[in-house]
């Protein structure tokens, strides 16, 4: 089966290896859309669920992780460093480019659960679910090269595990 179904969530003692967490799901999501776009031989029912699972995950679940980003990393590191500080700006904008690209995922997603079997629907959603990897994985390896380790760096344990419960009270 292409998606794995009921993946129990890992518990963290740190925001940092939470926070790298949530990146792996981005790039198993933006993976699982390339491969709804580029499989055309998937039984429609998988391809279905697939667009079902992709979406839900980038509607819901991608905006908690960019409020965490935005609002319990970024205040806690601003003011640090010069290149920290170019970084979360950098971090920033890529979150506010990041909403017309999920949006045209979103509408290639819903062309093909209205029409799974549609070559052309297919080919579209390849191109946004390719172009929007690209610019994650861009985004996910410089917040894991500057932002993640400033984390550890700047930021007392007792403060990290604060911002932890700032995740989980998120997703509560």
Known sequence: MLVSIGQAPKTHSDVTDALLDCHERIRRFTALAVTLGSRP????????????????????????HVRDEEESVLPRLKGRAR???EALATMH??????VSAL??????????????????????????????????????RAEEAIILPALRQYVPSEVRAAML????????
């Not at 045209?104 to 070559?119: I, K, Q, S």
């Not at 419960?165 to 509560?172: F, K, P, T």
């Open 41 to 64: 031989d998937l039984p429609v029912a998988e391809t279905v669920y697939g667009v079902e699972r992709v979406t839900r995950y980038f509607r819901l679940a991608l905006p908690q």
């Open 83 to 85: 290149l920290l500080d």
């Open 93 to 98: 904008a890529e979150h506010e480019a990041h």
């Open 103 to 140: 949006e045209r995922l979103f509408t290639r997603l819903e062309d093909v659960r209205g029409a799974p079997l549609d070559t052309g629907a297919r080919t579209a959603l390849l191109d946004a679910a390719t172009s929007l990897s690209a610019a994650f994985e861009e985004h996910l």
């Open 165 to 172: 419960g700032e995740l989980r009270a998120r997703r509560a």
